[in-house]
């Protein structure tokens, strides 16, 4: 029944939400507050999909909760007004909000495994709101539970309510708070980043899933992501956020081919790059014996089970090779192999044509400065109790003997590389942003000069346009240095950006490898395919694409299981 | 699961031998033997060496102490050097003295902190909570005869409520028998109460700051259900084991509280053994104690195992 | 006031005031106390007012204030160093076998295991009966003994620093483990360490005290708090209040060092959130 006229759009709307100021209290100052959500207003009609996009810190989350008349603890609600369907629940007592948590607006969040009770069957959780909202006898919700698992292409959805929570897979779990979420069957359904913990194969199943789910129950949803590509699948209008105040918003379509803002234009352009910008024309490969040689390795932990199995690897001088794969592949592993971390069982590593030994505690002190590491996580690689000089300064002097004025020179040279002003030097890393941490931990890499630089992961961490930056640091460092980088990331948009080589490993082993330009372009080995075309493209119709020409070659789909 | 419990149970009575050698080898170890302890300062070396005899101390150590130890099984434990009477006949009344105190304490504290640590813990940093902690922190730092000692004037000279001597006799009633143990038993709780709160308050936060909760609060639960369904269960092992733990403060404090109030439990047999150097006793008494505690402990383990899905139903 | 860079709160403040009177009156007890340690002075268990006294006269006609400082000395000194002994051990055991792992940490986990299977007054009341009490033997038992939860905190604290990526970063710039232990994994332990530091000191120091109340702690002629109670714990049937002054004494310093503890605790807490 089409609903057009002014009155009949008004009447739709469900959630109207005005001026939002919500606060949040300073750790440590009593009384001591600053806005997380600042004036934010949106309307979202029955059935309409609204997408929430911002970097970290940008009050989606918030938004999201307030949704249900929920704030985290140390928040709260300190102005505008939250009305859904007629009743402001930013005035209602909470016993009042009570009836409409869950029953009437309900929660997805990121990680399901944390969300889900780990003491209770998953048949008394996902009918747990149904039961207590007085809407179903339990045998009613076990009866609800099974129809949503196997809308939800649950495996076995007769009994998969019997098991506890970590009897199943990580995007079954994910799948089964979506049924939790839909079990009373809500109007309105907060997603919050939930397909963000997952690989990516698994993710655009979820994402068919949750599309699936909204649209056949005419569920208004409010989608919340950091991925323009992923809530372009989804959401009829997008609203862009940062730092707790709306950019923009508009329709779908408009935001990503037309936005208005410098801010989301840029959100828009380096999102783009990770799919459609176009493969660099290969890099002369030096000659000459390679930088690092891997020869038939395998690994295993306490040689119970293989992680990686029969690896060689080449890298060239100045040239950069991906390792690509998905959580439990290998990849990181395989860095900790290089390092000495973990000694190979068989094979051999070759560094500059000389044999490495394989424990670390065999290699030179100029061996173990040849090869340097950067890690994923800024905050855990730095000391928190040592000054930028002092992380900084000590490869330069255990490397190079150097001491006094000559390691604080070079310690303000290191900074000038990565773009740090030199007074960093006193900081502590807890003074400083992501990004910034990130760029220490490169510097404290490059202190020791290396010849090879492995890059854990080191963009995952960040928000997109951090990672550019970092990203494009590196390769004006590469240019300056004349350095080879090995690249670990499950994620093709950077492999796409850095690298000259490509390793796809899957189950420890390598099952594709060569040039970028040759290993993404068809003929393409099947598990790449699936890899490359399970990342969300930016056009509004990508999802159902994929899944009409995954339902063709179904062979393909079964590869990711 | 099986094979858990079966390791669990394995280790407990690993532990419980480990303790018997430990307690045995206290005794080899260090010098002067149990000859020259009975005979103190009048010691000859003809009287020294015909006790020794006599006490079959020639044989080698492991025999002796697969000797003691099997003795011990059958319920012999051995003479005191003090009196020269059979030590299981001085323990067995003794024993039971002992238990009844520490579950009338155990009854009544184990309940009563689980229901205030919990109370606490929900209203964390409410004006109970903040209340309980205050109160907590100044009864854990109180020694176990400072309480007995208030509670002695207050109650007992000032008030006169109950006796400040618990002198309890096997011909009494349970109603007398209460009446005497009131004090000690008060005491006790006081000791056990703060300790236990504090821990089970503790874990409590833990579990109520986890993921599954704000997910619990966001299906529209009432905060009670919250509580009892999603936190309790999964609170239940750290509990278990604050119980267990805390049952050992009870082994503790028992025997400074059984001093106090002259109770004739095996804490005060233990430390007049102490203090008269009556080897075999105080190591009869010590395995009594710490297999009492090894026991706690295992039950508490295995109690938690029932209690884990991950580890009742392992994937 | 501040204290590591931190605001005290008024509790830990109290605290603090609380620990400082107690360590003055232990190192300036000769000077401040008016009597001497065994002096009989007056009639037993005389009143503050006829014995012109603080807190009046113990059970032999000793002045009580001055043992309570004299107390101090010995309490506190004994305590102390018991504790630092046991952290000693502790610490360096459990952050070598959370660094250098394998056979070591097994080979100590196995033992401390074994050795905490016993709850520690029976194992104290055991080596007691064994070897006699002397005050060697007191700290020499209580510090082995407490030295086990030492160790567990600290090789449990090591242990979540160890695989921290920093530390990694340091093992594989090819750093010795004596650096790695002292530079990377110290400086990051040490919060929950000192506030295990103040626990321990708490557990020590009432360990003694009830040791002493037993008659099998510190012997006389040495004032020592747990004993005064002893002491003059018959006092009690005649209404006085005499053991309960040395009682409060150690009450008082244990909630002192408790409640500097909680705010160490406190504001790592909210520094790790």
């Not at chain 1, 089409?2 to 009384?31: H, V």
Request: one cysteine or more.
């Amino acid at each position: 029944m089409p609903q057009d006229g002014p009155e009949a759009m008004e009447q739709n709307i469900i959630l109207t939400i005005r001026d939002l100021q919500i606060l949040a209290r300073i750790e440590g100052q009593q009384d001591a507050a600053k806005p997380i959500v600042d004036g934010v207003s949106l309307e979202l009609r029955r059935g309409e999909v609204l997408g929430l996009i911002g970097e970290s810190g940008a009050g989606k989350s918030t938004i999201g909760l307030a949704a249900l008349g929920y704030t985290r603890p140390g928040c709260v609600i300190s102005g505008g007004s939250i009305v859904f369907d007629g009743v402001d629940l930013a005035r209602l007592p909470v016993e009042e909000i009570r009836k409409f948590r869950g029953s009437r607006v309900a929660y997805i969040a990121q990680s399901a495994a944390a969300s889900f009770n780990p003491a209770r069957k998953l048949y008394d959780q996902v009918g747990e709101a149904p039961v207590r909202h007085g809407l179903m006898s339990w045998s009613e919700a076990k009866a609800r539970s099974t129809e949503l698992f196997r809308e939800l292409d649950l495996p076995n959805p007769d009994t998969f309510g019997e098991r506890y929570p970590h009897e199943v897979s990580g995007g079954q779990l994910q799948r089964a708070m979506a049924a939790m979420a839909m079990s009373c069957r809500p109007e309105i359904l907060v997603l919050d980043e939930p397909t963000t913990a997952l690989d990516v194969t698994t993710q655009i199943e979820v994402l068919a899933s949750l599309k699936k789910l909204i649209r056949e129950h005419h569920t208004a949803g409010l989608y919340i992501t950091h991925d323009l590509a992923v809530v372009a699948q989804i959401a009829d209008r997008i609203m862009v956020l940062r730092h707790g105040k709306m950019v923009e918003e508009g329709p779908a379509g408009d935001i990503l081919h037309r936005p208005q803002q410098e801010y989301t234009r840029m959100l828009v352009s380096v999102r783009a790059a990770e799919t459609s910008a176009p493969l660099p024309p290969p890099r002369h490969r030096a000659a000459g014996t390679p930088v690092l040689a891997l020869d038939h390795v395998s690994a295993s932990y306490r040689s119970l089970v293989k992680v990686i199995n029969d690896v060689s690897l080449t890298i060239a001088r100045g040239e950069t090779v991906a390792v690509v794969g998905e959580s439990g592949s290998g990849k990181s592993t395989l860095a900790r192999v290089i390092c000495g971390l973990l000694p190979p069982e068989s094979g051999t590593i070759a560094f500059t044509g000389e044999p490495l030994p394989k424990a670390l505690r065999q290699r030179s002190r100029d061996q173990l400065r040849r090869i340097q590491m950067v890690y994923q996580m800024p905050d855990v690689a730095l000391n928190p109790r040592q000054t930028i000089g002092e992380i900084l300064g000590r490869p330069v002097s255990f490397y190079f003997g150097s001491s006094g004025s000559d390691v604080r020179a070079r310690v303000k040279e290191l900074l000038e590389m990565v773009d740090l002003p030199a007074d960093f030097a006193k900081r502590r890393p807890g003074e400083l942003s992501g990004g910034q941490k990130q760029r220490v931990s490169i510097a404290r890499a490059i202190a020791a000069k290396p010849e090879l630089m492995i890059c854990d992961e080191v963009t995952s961490a960040l928000d997109p346009l951090v990672a550019d930056g970092i990203l494009k640091l590196l390769q004006q460092i590469q240019d300056e240095m004349g350095l080879s980088y090995l690249f670990i990331t499950h994620d093709l948009g950077v492999v796409r950006r850095v690298s000259d080589r490509v390793a796809v490993m899957l189950r420890g082993a390598l099952v594709a490898e060569g040039p970028l330009a040759k290993v993404f372009s068809p003929p393409y080995h099947p598990y790449t395919e699936l890899l490359l075309s399970s990342v969300p493209e930016m056009r509004l119709d990508w999802l159902e694409e994929v899944l009409a020409r995954r339902a063709e070659i179904p062979r393909v789909a079964a590869l990711s299981a | 699961m099986l094979a858990l419990l079966a390791r669990r149970l394995a280790l407990g009575v690993l532990t419980i031998l480990v303790t018997s050698v430990l307690i045995f080898a206290g005794t080899e170890v260090l010098p002067g033997d149990v000859a020259t302890a009975i005979l103190g300062r009048s010691a000859t070396p003809e009287s020294i060496e015909s006790i020794r005899k006599a006490m079959g101390l020639h044989d080698p150590a492991p025999v002796r102490y697969v000797r003691w130890l099997t003795n011990f099984l059958q319920g012999d434990l051995g003479t005191s050097l003090a009196n020269g009477r059979p030590i299981a006949q001085q323990i067995a009344s003794r024993l039971g003295n002992t238990l009844f105190l520490a579950s009338v304490a155990a009854a009544i504290a184990v309940p009563l902190s689980i229901i205030l640590g919990v109370m606490a813990a929900i209203r964390a940093n409410g004006l109970f909570d903040r209340a309980i902690s205050v109160a907590t922190l100044v009864a854990i730092s109180f020694p176990e005869f400072f309480i007995a000692y208030v509670l002695i004037i207050i109650v007992a000279v000032n008030l006169g409520w109950f006796p400040s001597l618990a002198s309890i006799s096997p011909v009494m009633d349970l109603g007398d028998r209460l009446y005497v143990v009131a004090l000690p038993a008060l005491t006790l709780v006081m000791v056990v109460l703060a300790h236990m709160m504090r821990m089970t308050r503790a874990s409590v936060i833990g579990v109520m700051s986890s993921p599954y909760i704000e997910m619990a609060v966001l299906k529209g639960l009432p905060g009670w259900r919250v509580v009892v369904q999603h936190a309790l269960p999964n609170a239940l092992a750290p509990i278990i084991n604050v119980v267990a733990l805390n049952l050992a403060y009870l082994i503790v404090g028992i025997i400074v509280v059984e001093v106090v109030f002259v109770y004739p439990g095996m804490g005060q047999l233990m430390v007049d053994a102490v203090a008269k150097r009556d080897v075999p006793v105080v190591q009869a008494c010590g395995l009594i104690f710490a297999g009492t505690y090894v026991g706690l402990n295992m039950i508490a383990d295995i109690l938690a195992i029932f209690s884990n899905p991950r580890l009742r139903r392992p994937r | 006031m501040r204290l590591f860079g931190q605001r005290l709160s008024v509790a830990a403040t109290i605290g603090l005031v609380i620990i400082v009177v107690n360590i003055l009156a232990a190192v300036l007890a000769p000077v401040v106390a008016p009597y001497g340690e065994a002096d009989i002075i007056g009639d037993v268990w005389d009143a503050p007012e006829t014995s012109q006294t603080v807190f009046g006269l113990d059970n032999l006609g000793r002045d009580m204030f001055s043992r309570l400082l004299y107390g101090a000395r010995t309490t506190i000194t004994i305590a102390l160093i018991t504790t630092l002994l046991s952290f000693t051990i502790g610490c360096v055991f459990g952050f070598a076998a959370a660094v250098a792992g394998g056979w070591l940490d097994m080979l100590l986990s196995r033992i401390v295991d074994a050795l905490m299977a016993i709850p520690t007054l029976i194992f104290a009341l055991l080596v007691l009966s064994v070897l006699g009490t002397s005050i060697p033997v007191l700290i020499g038992t209580i510090a082995v003994l407490d030295s086990t939860r030492v160790f567990r905190l600290s090789r449990a604290v090591a242990m979540n620093i160890v695989p921290l990526e920093y530390v990694e970063a340091a093992r594989l710039r090819g750093e010795g483990l004596a650096w790695v232990m002292r530079r990377e994994v110290l400086p990051n332990a040490l919060p929950p360490l000192i506030a295990e530091f103040g626990l321990r000191f708490c557990f020590t120091f009432l360990f003694i005290a009830a040791l002493s109340f037993l008659g099998l702690g510190i012997q006389p002629p040495f004032a020592d708090w747990g004993g005064m109670v002893r002491d003059n714990a018959q006092a009690i049937s005649f209404g006085g209040i005499a053991p309960l002054i040395p009682a409060a004494a150690i009450a008082i310093l244990t909630i002192g060092v408790n409640l500097v503890v909680d705010w160490i605790l406190s504001i790592h807490a909210a520094r790790r959130a």
